[in-house]
């Protein structure tokens, strides 16, 4: 007797696929290349291998190894200077498109490659675009390294040296459309054709036609079967592969056995097919997930940072000087950059004195010295005077938004693992209820039931409107807040907002209108001279008081300033045709302390160290302040700090109360202190609203920062919203809808709960039709995002829209 060898499939422990031979292992895995193996030990050696515990086949297959020096190019100059976003002696910043990514594996992966090259300094992956974000240190890797090691690890980056991996064009996709057409099609035609079946005359039509549509029928539903639907089946076969039962393995479940039922009936039984359903389940779900798609990506450009970031330069064109939208300009573009103010692209250094401030990019605080002739990137902070900058690249702001929402990624990831948990607890539950309700029904003689069963119940449970209703609210909030002139960080800002119990105002350029000073001169009369010296130097200053004296100088022809010095919240001096200027406060110009009392605010005026005057500035609160204040205070207490004089002390009591808590004479170190005293012995959850110049670090330390904004210019990396000067006064709205937003996701949690405990009920009953479980579906999803777009509007129905 001859004995039969019997071969067992072994799988790479790597990727997955089939192992042609049991020749390459490590530590007792098989692998079905070298490649593959390679990445293993990699991992191995850098103690990584909780990357294969997070899905089963995680990786990418390797193939061959790839060639020595095939990334050579990647040390010449010009070519990393196009895919660099930043770079100085210490460290490089650079984003790479990761085409390969897939699931959770790949994003731990990812985001832990610093263990495999120590001179990767950060790693932060963007799932939903498929980039990675790295900061490496120069002294420890090159870029060639980098893309080196990501190559190993089986994500090598795909790479363009002529955009940024953001600016590329998508390619429209437009197979879901020729799916749903194909779907819609055969649908229509199954219908027409299931006539002799449901309107039967006495057996007139179907003793004589009814049997060649059946067959017709079967042609018709092999495209819906084997392309419509074959999103499904892909999408379910890769679950499986990585150990994850998704939605769309229910979905195909359901399609193989109307598929198989039919086909049986026709070919052995009664010839009763079900071809009809089964491209109507197609159609309609399709339906459903292209108008889900719709919805989801309208919110995604709702929550795209670079299509609202509100920073804009002064464009040189001529002797003209327009403001422009930074995602407006183009290469070899002129513009200027003030003091404090954001670098919006990379630029070559023309004309000024160039002191920058990268720490928004690098977290150093120290400001550099930069020569004429250099290149300045994008996020540095001019500190010092004016500078012309000639545009190097097309501004990026979605390099400026990663920049300022740099715990986003975080967030994200988290929510998307505890998405794929929840699902496939979800997803299980119902391949049990449905097994179990159909086995009832087959053992009780009720075959019919059982097959609706089997097919109805996987269709109608579905946990997609129970697991987006948060990402369905807050997308509609971010969208309200936007158009009412609010622009936060991320949508974990909305939770913050919620929980505040007090709020700090700044007073000047906050609850005063920047735009609306009373300003008078007293003292010695000024020459045209000494007025276009002293709005030279205010061109430089911050500060909304010194804004409003250089206004009311006027526009004048501008003389260089040299050596200036701008003292936050104080003033600021220096040189101009020889002369020395000092403007600002009273201690800062004259030395004398501001406590004296005053009856108005006044910026004093002094020119080679004689005080020739000052000028004194009448306070314009925004819109109806008393009634704003007390609105104000039912969503918490209110305190205002103030780094001005306490001219206004009466008229802020007045509006708060006596017993209010108004400072004045603060310093930014004061406020600091102010908002880590309220968090630390109050335990309160402190909101701080400030100009974002000198407030800089009450923003950061307090729970949420919102940063008031007149000019689109000031651009405050500090703080976790940015906010419309028109918008101050509907802040008690803002927290109204934050607090309410958690209103709307419990509703929308709800009512997912109760429908698909509704449709199981049927369902496992029998009492549903394919096609009906199939409309029940996308339905879920629409009446989901319908309900909070309807509650989101409702709770911010108060807020107006202001033209940012």
């Known amino acids: 007797m001859i004995e039969k060898e019997v071969h067992t499939k072994i799988y790479c422990h790597h990727c997955g696929d089939l192992c042609p031979d049991e020749g390459i292992q490590a530590e007792g895995n098989f692998f079905c290349c070298n490649g593959c193996r390679m990445v293993f030990e990699v991992l191995s050696e850098k103690d990584l291998c909780a990357y294969y515990d997070l899905n089963q086949y995680p990786g990418k297959p390797q193939g061959r190894l790839p060639r020595k020096d095939r990334f050579a190019f990647l040390e010449k100059e010009e070519i990393i200077n196009s895919l660099v976003s930043f770079s100085d002696e210490q460290q490089t910043h650079a984003t790479f498109s990761i085409p390969y990514m897939h699931c959770s594996s790949c994003l731990w992966l990812l985001e832990n490659i610093g263990k495999m090259q120590p001179g990767i300094l950060t790693s932060r992956v963007n799932f939903s675009e498929k980039t990675v974000f790295i900061i490496f240190d120069n002294k ?7 893309v080196e090691t990501l190559t190993m690890i089986g994500y090598e980056p795909c790479l363009d040296l002529n955009t940024h991996p953001k600016d590329k064009p998508r390619p429209i996709k437009n197979k879901r459309t020729l799916a749903i057409s194909v779907a ?4 229509a035609n199954l219908m027409m054709l299931s006539l002799p079946e449901y309107f039967s005359l006495g057996g007139y039509l179907e003793e004589r036609i009814g049997h060649v549509f059946r067959y017709i029928s079967l042609l018709l539903v092999l495209p819906v079967f084997f392309y419509s ?7 379910a076969w890769a679950g499986l592969r990585t150990a994850r039962l998704n939605i769309d393995f229910s979905i195909a479940l359901a399609l193989l056995l109307t598929f198989s039922r039919s086909c049986y009936n026709l070919f052995f039984l009664d010839g009763a097919t079900y071809f009809d359903s089964l491209s109507g389940i197609v159609f309609f779900m399709l339906i459903g997930r292209w108008a889900q798609e719709k919805t989801q990506r309208s919110l995604v450009f709702n929550r795209d940072y670079s299509s609202f970031f509100p920073i804009s330069v002064n464009l040189i064109k001529g002797e003209r000087i327009m403001p422009t939208p930074i995602s407006a300009l183009k290469k070899n573009d002129i513009i200027e950059v003030y003091d404090q103010e954001i670098i919006p692209a990379d630029s070559l250094l023309l004309q000024g004195k160039a002191m920058v401030d990268y720490s928004f990019v690098t977290g150093e605080t120290l400001a550099k010295p930069v020569e004429q002739g250099a290149v300045l990137y994008a996020g ?5 005077e004016r500078l012309e900058l000639m545009v190097l690249k097309p501004s990026n702001q979605g390099y400026l938004a990663n920049l300022w929402n740099k715990e986003a990624p975080d967030k994200e990831k988290k929510q998307h693992e505890r998405l794929h948990k929840t699902s496939n607890y979800f997803t299980l539950a119902v391949l049990l209820l449905t097994a179990g309700s159909a086995l009832y029904w087959f053992l009780n003689g009720n075959a019919g039931a059982g097959w609706r069963v089997l ?16 990402t369905f609210t807050n997308g509609h909030v971010l ?6 002139g609010l622009y936060l960080k991320n949508a974990s800002v909305i939770r913050s907002l919620a929980d505040i119990n007090h709020i700090i105002l700044d007073k000047t350029g906050t609850i005063t209108n920047s735009n609306g000073f009373t300003v008078m001169y007293q003292g010695r009369p000024l020459t045209d001279e000494e007025c276009c010296w002293a709005a030279s130097l205010l061109k430089h200053a911050t500060h909304p008081l010194s804004r409003a004296v250089a206004a009311y100088l006027g526009t004048r022809n501008s003389t260089p300033v040299k050596h200036f010095k701008n003292q936050p919240g104080k003033g600021i001096e220096g040189w101009i045709a020889e002369r020395h200027l000092k403007i600002g406060s009273r201690s800062f110009v004259l030395g004398k302390p501001d406590t004296e009392a005053m009856n108005a605010t006044r910026v004093f005026l002094k020119i080679d160290g004689a005080t020739i005057g000052f000028f004194e500035l009448q306070n314009s609160y925004r819109g109806d ?3 704003f204040l007390k609105r104000l205070q039912q969503k918490g207490t209110v305190s205002i700090l103030s780094g001005d004089n306490n001219a206004e002390l009466t008229r802020l009591q007045e509006l708060l109360g006596a017993d209010a808590d108004i400072r004045f004479y603060q310093s930014p170190d004061d406020k600091y202190e102010a908002v880590c005293f309220l968090q630390q012995r109050n ?7 400030g100009d974002g110049l000198n407030d800089a670090g009450a923003l950061q330390q307090s729970d949420v920062g919102i940063a008031v904004s007149e000019s689109a210019k000031t651009f405050t990396p500090a703080s976790d919203a940015i906010l419309d000067g028109a918008a101050v006064t509907q802040l008690d709205q803002i927290l109204y809808l934050a607090k309410k937003s958690g209103n709307v996701v419990r509703v929308a949690f709800l009512v997912s709960i109760v429908y698909n405990i509704v449709g199981l009920y049927f369902a496992l009953q029998g009492q549903l039709s394919p096609v009906v479980a199939a409309l029940l579906m996308p339905l879920s999803s629409v009446s989901i995002i319908l309900l909070t777009l309807f509650l989101s509007e409702w709770y911010g129905r108060k807020l107006k829209p202001v033209n940012a």
Not at 683 to 689: A, G, I, P, T
């Open 140 to 146: 420890k890797c090159s870029l060639r390294n980098v």
């Open 184 to 187: 819609g099609f055969c649908f």
């Open 229 to 235: 639907a074959r999103e499904f089946f892909i999408n």
């Open 380 to 384: 540095g902070r001019q500190i010092g």
């Open 455 to 470: 097919t109805t119940t996987l269709i109608v449970a579905c946990p997609c409107a129970l697991l987006l209703a948060a």
């Open 479 to 484: 969208r309200m807040y936007k158009k009412a």
């Open 625 to 627: 302040m008393a009634s």
């Open 683 to 689: 335990q309160k959850k402190v909101l701080m609203v």
